[in-house]
């Protein structure tokens, strides 16, 4: 066939099959076994589960790098580390404890930590996905996606470099194009982004040349967010400071933006540092109803795999990436694209710790969110309990709830 030439990322050839040379490039058709769309952390994982397991795979990108527009604070857990196999090159700073900061007191704990930058493990585990067989394609936008006879997807996009329409052809979609996903309008699956199902995130990088800072930090309080927190994550020369806000919670009369520019601003080693960049987004706190249709996939923000109290998605995504890697090569392999076959990829998250842990938090979350307009300082204390509580004895407890009635709860520093 005729093939073009242009190489994402340095790693390999990113070629297509031009349907008449005559017509050059333009209005290219291209057959793939899957095409996943979206080249984050979800997508990476999923198409080099696909190309290990020797099925053909295009992965689309809509930006010139994936990650390019990640909006992410970039902390990873320690035992998050061997998951993703991270190298130490994308080790920004290691971490070894978390400060707490409550209405009530402050809480320091052992915490191993890593911090990354999206942009850069973006690219990486693209990187990763592509030397195991995986196409990628950048600059490509996808506009419409539906199903064809024959068992068979069609994905039509625009190469944003060269503005000419091009085609993708499947036997399998997979949607890890973020909360924002088309998967809803393609068939019935899918995350739907609404003020009830999307927490709001906003973060600012400030430069901090070789910043001392070896912890990280964690703000709760009514006036930062009534359902969310403020986050402080040290890189080598910048500082990632973002906060997150459920817009059902919030009063509408303070922007997001303003809320985090009055805790810079209250803060002398923050005020005065320039600011580098800028991002934010929409974070699912409901998971997506179904994962999965006739010939189509759904995974990561797309399907909302994120924890709705701590609102952590990237090693979720990772794992539900995989998860639907592994059932396209056993549809591959069978021949089947059903629904009924492919409903086991969403069986099997359900049925993991991660997939557990995302549906009990957002079961929590709706069920005292009702409650969080009577006490502002509820999430404060549902975070506490739950992830910080194992020291706190029965008592102070309840005098944690009854908070600010009593104000005595905890000591100011307490330390694990």
Known sequence: GCYTGYTALGVGPQRGRCRNCAAGWGDARMDFDVVVIGAGPSGAAAAREIAQGGGRVALLERDAYPGQRAACGGGIEGADLE?????????????????????WGHTVIADPHVITLRQELDRWLAEESVAAGAELFTHTRVRVVKRLAAKRVEV?????????????????????DGPHTLAPRAGKLGFTCTPATAALGLFYE????????AHHEIHFAPAISPWGYLWIFPARDLLNVGLTVLPSSVNRTQTLEARLRAFIDSRFDLRDRPILRRAGGHIPVVPAARFYDDNMLVVGDAAGMVDALTDAGIANGVCGGRLAGQTACEALASG????????????????SPRGQMTRFQSRLTR??????????????????????????????KLRLLAYPLIRSVLTPDTQR
């Open 83 to 103: 998951l993703l196999g991270l190298p130490d090159s994308l080790i920004q700073r290691r971490i070894t404890r978390r400060e707490h900061h409550f209405p």
């Open 156 to 176: 039509t996009a625009d190469d944003r470099a060269t503005q000419q329409a091009v085609t993708y052809t499947a036997r399998l979609a997979i949607f890890a």
């Open 206 to 213: 400030l430069a901090w040349p070789n910043t001392p800072m």
């Open 336 to 351: 089947d694209y059903s629904a009924a076959f492919l409903a086991r990829y969403q069986a099997r998250w359900q049925a």
């Open 367 to 396: 069920a005292l969110l009702p409650v969080n307009r009577l006490d502002p300082y509820l999430y404060a204390k549902v975070m506490q309990i739950l992830f910080l509580g194992r020291d706190l004895r029965r008592w102070q």
